[in-house]
């Protein structure tokens, strides 16, 4: 099947000044039709600038950025502004990302017309119905003529997704789209993500910080943890979560808090070899993660860049050339909270 969206060997450089900051190297990922694929890492990994560039509003430096087989520059005319609406994305911030003079109604009725979805002033208020009614904000008629600044956090993001769905996108890049609401409000956006996705048939890239969170929302789809702008293991979500291969990846599931106070009392830590995390302007030669890795190899890991693969052992692809060339780690048994059968 020919993925939806991919990324070919993509690289992105920024500039501070005149000196490059390399926020993502040779990323390859595929994204399937109504798939859901989470980015997952700690801050500055470039999860967001790799979901921007799937959502076309970055470029990549070098490499390719493909949709449905094909690069997205090569789309001209028609073809590409079918291809751009299929792509969008939802960001962190609500109240940063919609028009503070605007009414929602006005905020949804823009791309409306904008791309002749629908034609008519009565056919523009009633797709802003039903978009209002598909993402859970009832009775549109207590909604549709308020400001942002008048909703919710939970709200607003659910305007911030219908927006995203007025031009019946295939894929939308859900950008830590949970993490500005309240803990009681998120279950319930991610109950309505996953509904959107199956009546809509639409992919979604979720991008989070939060392992736990990625374990809830993607236990059907797969988990890509990113660290310092590559990707250091990819894999179904169940595997990655269960069965962790990299050490990042361990160290992040070692990290999440328990409610349990049992469990935190016996929980088995894993001890860095540094808490520091390297500058994204002196990137350590070899596996990035090496300064601070404590299965640490002299000569292999400072020296080769791992590349993506699957490791003997493991389900997923990892890149860590001590796992992919048998020389294996040391046990580690995540806890049993984080493997149980489901999310």
């Given amino acids: 099947m020919t993925p939806l969206v991919e990324l070919r060997h993509v690289n992105r450089t920024f500039k501070k000044g005149r000196t490059p900051i390399p926020v993502l190297q040779d990323i390859n990922l595929a994204v399937a039709p109504n798939e859901i694929l989470c980015l997952v890492g700690e801050s500055g990994c470039g999860k967001t600038t790799t979901g921007k560039i799937m959502a076309g509003l970055l470029d990549a430096s070098s490499g390719e950025m493909l949709y449905e087989g094909r690069s997205l520059v ?59 009614t598909l993402v859970d904000l009832t009775p549109p008629g207590d909604i549709v003529n308020k400001f942002p600044h008048q909703l919710s956090g939970g709200q607003r993001q659910r305007v911030s997704i219908a ?49 736990a969170l990625a374990k809830y929302f993607a236990w059907e789809g797969r988990i890509a943890v990113m660290y310092l702008g590559r990707v250091v293991e990819i894999g179904a979500t169940a595997n990655v979560i269960g069965h962790p291969a990299h050490p990042y990846t361990r160290a992040l599931i070692a990290a999440i808090p328990e409610a349990d106070p049992e469990l935190t009392r016996n929980k088995q830590r894993m001890k860095l070899r540094s808490e520091d ?58 806890v049993e909270d984080m493997v149980a059968d489901g999310p």
């Avoid at 028009?99 to 002033?121: C, D, E, F």
């Avoid at 959107?196 to 639409?202: A, G, I, M």
């Avoid at 080769?304 to 040391?330: H, K, W, Y």
């Fill in 74 to 132: 090569a789309y001209r005319g028609q073809a590409r502004a079918d291809a751009r609406r299929a792509l969008q994305i939802v960001h962190q911030d609500p109240f940063a990302s919609l028009n503070p003079a605007h009414t929602i109604g006005q905020i949804l009725s823009y791309p409306l017309k904008r791309h002749n979805m629908v034609q008519g002033r009565a056919a523009v208020r009633r797709r802003i119905w039903e978009l209002l």
């Fill in 163 to 211: 927006r995203a769905l007025t031009v019946e996108p295939r894929l939308i890049v859900a950008d830590e789209a949970v993490s500005m609401v309240d803990v009681s409000i998120r279950i319930s956006l991610l109950k309505m993500l996953h509904r959107l996705r199956d009546e809509l048939n639409v992919a979604i890239v979720f991008i989070t910080h939060d392992l």
């Fill in 277 to 334: 995390i390297p500058s994204l302007t002196q990137i350590p030669p070899g596996c990035s993660f090496h300064p601070r890795c404590p299965f640490f190899v002299p000569g292999v890991c400072d020296t080769r860049v791992p590349p993506l693969e699957n490791a003997p052992g493991f389900s997923q692809d990892v890149a860590c050339i001590p796992l992919t060339s048998g020389m294996g780690l040391q046990e580690w048994a995540p």
